[in-house]
């Protein structure tokens, strides 16, 4: 150093650290709010599957056809369509008069309901020929 000269004094760098500027979606506020959804999601699961109810939007429904007289409205009852539907059987029904019920064809119906006795007779005296039910049923 010269005589007369101030001493160069060379300091450090300064280095700041700045935090890192989070969102809406920091990791923490995601937390926060998935956390509950994911319990509720889990919670409801777990309901469903102690009472049996998961899997049945899954499961087959069996469907049976069938023609009726004059009792399809205690079949069009809902809570009548619940009780088949909790052991997974749909009852689908088509309307019409007893005799036609008796002489029309059988064979594609899983079950008919008469209302009067001679239509049910008719029914039952062709009933080991249900695929010849109409020619049966004419003769009668």
Do not use: Y
């Not at 506020?29 to 889990?42: D, I, K, M, N």
């Not at 009792?71 to 309307?95: A, C, G, W, Y």
């Amino acid at each position: 150093m010269v005589a007369g000269e101030r001493p160069v004094v060379v300091e450090e760098p300064r280095l700041a650290v700045r935090r890192r500027s989070s969102g809406a979606w920091s990791r923490r506020g995601l937390l926060l709010f998935s956390l509950p959804v994911l319990a509720t999601v889990l919670t409801g699961l777990a309901t469903l599957a102690v009472s049996g109810n998961l899997l049945p939007p899954f499961e087959s429904v069996t469907a049976l056809e069938g023609k009726m007289a004059s009792k399809r409205d205690f079949f069009e009852d809902e809570e009548v369509q619940r009780i088949p539907m909790k052991h997974r059987i749909k009852v689908h029904i088509t309307n019409s008069g007893s005799r036609e019920v008796a002489l029309h064809d059988l064979a594609a119906l899983d079950f008919v309901f008469p209302s009067g006795q001679p239509a049910g007779d008719l029914i039952t005296a062709c009933a080991p020929r249900l695929g010849s039910t109409p020619g049966c049923a004419a003769r009668s």
